[in-house]
């Protein structure tokens, strides 16, 4: 399972639907998207630009613009780097009054071409730096996925480092999940609390809105 693979797909998709505005795309000559734009009825409201690796379907970047006055203007930029056609690093930016400027970044790392770990960083401008404050780490039996382990992070403004306050392990079975086992700190108290979960909807749900709020973080957002 190429975890990162899967989200080029999604990201892909998310850009070119994620709209309520009627949407106009436009494919290169090997079938690329390479601009989508975005129109509220006649009016040009937004638009999508991507650009790839050579004659590869490998992503290099998308730029993001919206209407500002009668200009678009670049508001949000993302960055694609792979190796040996895996998805290694995606930089995210974000465009403050004209600047670009650094928001986060997700990494990838792979063992026998299977996802390993995805690590996920904000960039602290006061710092100058990024800090993690996600991690996913991918364990197997074979090519099967037996567990997942997601950790969260918070940075700590006295030790200036990112602190461990939440751990979730997810345990699969002939590839669906089975349970949870969860420790999670009390930001009030500072004491762990230890669950168990069993509902595989749940699960489900939890993890789907980890993974969508570790993205949108890492995005700026």
């Not at 000559?29 to 991507?50: C, H, K, M």
């Not at 792979?82 to 600047?99: A, M, Q």
Request: glycine share 6%.
């Amino acid at each position: 399972m190429n975890i990162s693979r899967i989200y080029i797909c999604i990201v892909m998709l998310f850009a070119i639907s994620c709209s309520g505005a009627r949407e106009v795309q436009k494919r290169d000559n090997l079938g690329r998207v390479s601009a989508v734009s975005y129109y509220d009825g006649n009016a040009l409201i937004r638009t999508e630009e991507f650009s790839y690796y050579g004659n590869s379907h490998n992503p290099w970047a998308i730029i993001y613009k919206k209407k500002k006055g009668l200009e678009l203007k670049p508001y949000r930029e993302e960055e694609y780097v792979f190796s040996n056609n895996n998805l290694e690093r995606i930089s995210f930016f974000v465009y403050r009054g004209g600047e670009k400027e650094k928001a986060g970044m997700i990494r990838y790392f792979y063992k026998s071409e299977r996802t390993d770990r995805i690590e996920y960083y904000t960039y602290r401008k006061e710092q100058q730096q990024f800090f993690i404050f996600g991690l996913e780490q991918h364990f197997y039996n074979g090519d099967e996925m037996t567990s997942r382990r997601i950790i969260e992070f918070e940075f700590n403004g006295q030790t200036q480092k990112s602190m461990q306050i939440g751990q979730y392990v997810v345990y699969y079975e002939k590839g669906s999940i089975s349970w949870m086992h969860s420790w999670i700190m009390n930001k009030k108290s500072k004491k762990i609390v230890e669950k168990k979960e069993f509902n595989s909807d749940l699960i489900s749900n939890k993890v789907a809105f980890i993974e969508d709020f570790y993205m949108q973080r890492s995005r700026g957002k």
